[in-house]
């Protein structure tokens, strides 16, 4: 359990933490798609991405989400970083620029646009485990569920209640994950214990040891949900009758202030794009490299 | 008053093994009723007959005077609450305040009723402060605790508890033990149909119902059972340690009778030289 640190909820009482878990979802869909938007210069969207970067540094200190946290998380995207750089260094550049070349491998030119773009795209991706990071980190994963149930209410038209089923499987998986990240490691120290050694071998032995594993958990797993359902049902559980609700959601002048930001953020944006405005024109490419602008 | 009447009843998973024969009992309001049995006899399917957990073969189950059957099943539920042994498969909330809650939702009680109902079952229990916790963070005890307090927040007429102590350490049996025992003096009208492995736990009902292969053998008091030692040998059953202890006693030459508890026997032997 001790190795899923990534995201996982941190009790403070800050002010993203008190935050409507819809307002908090939909927030960060549309800072999603403002991170994924791009200006039509590299100026322009170097500073549009600075000011989000900065802006998500902002959020993280004030939802006191912990940078030790980020930092291990990324420590993983070394092998992504490495990959993009190769893929963007050998895939012809439709854009080629004699101007541009920063050094060659043997006869092959590289250009500074690989650096350019595949910074781009890493630094976008940091940005993403940011914004998720801030949620799941000040959002109970059941708050999450009531937010997803809230949203998909609409389908109840079909009289079928899809969006209450679907939050209560939602929750129950969520609620069992430490139950059966307990029994996996149970089950390990007793397969252990039978001579399955799950750090040796090739990899078909690997395999096996993998199987050893899996299959006791499902049928445990399968057994839980028999006891499960039991309870429930015998707790007097109908999803199709009208049940109350012990938890609700609450939309405060918070959620109004914090919604106000980001959609402005997200319109200040949506507008550049739209109108095609390079409000700033400096040739940072030429700047730092002393290259001619590609864009 | 009969809360449970229970009449010819018959229940097997498939043709050639029938699970219980021809079972008839009645259980009486306020009453503590202890089945037991040894493993594979029935006890588990018997209750989970009672409230609708399975569907019967023949015969007829009457709950608080009501006939079992697919319209009545949901009604008789209401009436009817269930602690089963394992611990974690029966805790639904994601913490132990929305546990408690997932019965009263399911009654349709109001938000405003439900937020007192959960605040006074959890103090019941002594899981007070313990609300925001997820089960996790809880031991074996607490969880069965709480499922306790998920039972009795519906205002249940029969409380079954399914070898609900089987899984805990001592410590925890203990205090479900003596929790259901502080329940009982609460509201002595609630019933109690306790299935238990555990001859101690056995031993603290007003009556014992024996199974053994699917039928019931023996209904009587606790001390009749254990001061039967031709049945207890052809049962195989143990003997709770007050009844050894009594019957030692005797043996020695003290003048104990079968009501005296341990703290008497204790006393006496103490005084004596």
């Known amino acids: 359990m001790n190795n899923l640190t990534f995201g996982r909820y941190a009790p403070f009482n800050t002010f993203v933490h008190k935050l409507d878990p819809r307002n908090k979802l939909l927030m960060m869909i549309l800072l999603l798609v403002s991170i994924f938007l791009k200006v039509d210069s590299w100026s322009s969207t170097l500073i549009l991405t600075a000011f989000l970067f900065l802006l998500l540094i902002a959020a993280m200190i004030m939802s006191r989400v912990s940078f030790l946290q980020l930092f291990k998380s990324l420590s993983m995207m070394w092998f992504l970083v490495i990959f993009l750089l190769l893929i963007y260094i050998f895939i012809p550049n439709p854009n080629y620029n004699p101007e541009h070349i920063a050094f060659y491998i043997g006869s092959y030119a590289v250009n500074y646009d690989a650096f350019y773009q595949s910074g781009y795209i890493i630094f976008r991706l940091i940005m993403m485990i940011m914004i998720t990071m801030i949620l799941t980190a000040t959002t109970k994963p059941m708050d999450l569920t009531y937010a997803i149930e809230w949203y998909l209410s609409p389908l109840k038209i079909f009289k079928y209640p899809v969006a209450h089923i679907l939050a209560m499987t939602l929750s129950i998986a969520l609620r069992f994950i430490p139950t059966l990240l307990d029994e996996t490691q149970r089950i390990m120290k007793a397969q252990s214990s039978r001579g399955v050694d799950f750090n040796k071998g090739g990899i078909f032995k690997r395999i096996g040891g993998l199987v050893a594993l899996i299959i006791p958990l499902f049928v445990s797993a399968i057994g839980r949900s028999e006891e499960l359902s039991n309870a429930m049902e015998a707790r007097g559980y109908n999803p199709y009758a009208k049940r109350s609700r012990y938890r609700i959601l609450k939309f405060s002048w918070r959620d109004l202030i914090a919604f106000i930001s980001i959609l402005a953020i997200f319109g200040g944006i949506l507008t550049l794009k739209i109108y095609d405005a390079n409000f700033i024109k400096i040739d940072f490419i030429y700047w730092i490299f002393g290259a001619k602008p590609l864009f | ?273």
């Open chain 2, 1 to 273: 008053m009969k809360n449970v009447v229970i009449k010819n009843l018959n229940y097997s998973y498939n043709e050639n093994t029938p699970v219980l024969k021809n079972i008839n009992l009645e259980i009486n309001q306020g009453e503590y009723v202890s089945i037991v049995g040894q493993n594979g006899c029935g006890k588990s399917t018997l209750c989970k007959l009672i409230i609708g957990l399975l569907e019967k073969d023949s015969g007829e189950i009457i709950v608080n005077g009501l006939s079992l059957n697919k319209d009545s099943i949901q009604e008789i539920r209401k009436k009817v609450a269930i602690v089963f042994q394992n611990p974690d498969n029966q805790f639904i909330g994601a913490t132990v305040e929305d546990d408690i809650a997932f019965s009263l939702e399911n009654n349709n009680i109001p938000r405003e009723k439900m937020i007192t109902l959960v605040k006074e079952y959890a103090t019941k229990v002594g899981m007070e402060d313990f609300l925001t916790k997820e089960p996790s963070y809880l031991s074996g005890g607490q969880k069965q605790r709480v499922a306790i307090a998920d039972a009795l927040v519906r205002n249940p007429e029969i409380l079954i508890l399914d070898e609900a102590t089987s899984m805990l350490d001592p410590a925890g049996k203990q205090e479900i033990l003596s929790l259901v025992n502080k329940m009982k003096l609460e509201n002595p009208n609630l019933t109690i149909i306790s299935i238990t492995h555990d001859i101690e736990e056995a031993y603290l009902g007003d009556r014992i119902v024996l199974l053994n292969e699917g039928e019931i053998v023996l209904t009587c008091r606790p001390d009749e059972l254990f001061k039967n030692s031709e049945l207890i040998n052809q049962y195989n059953l143990s003997v709770p340690f007050i009844v050894q202890l009594q019957k030692k006693c005797q043996e020695l030459g003290y003048q104990i009778n079968d009501e005296d508890t341990l703290e008497k026997i204790g006393e006496m032997i103490c005084q004596s030289k």
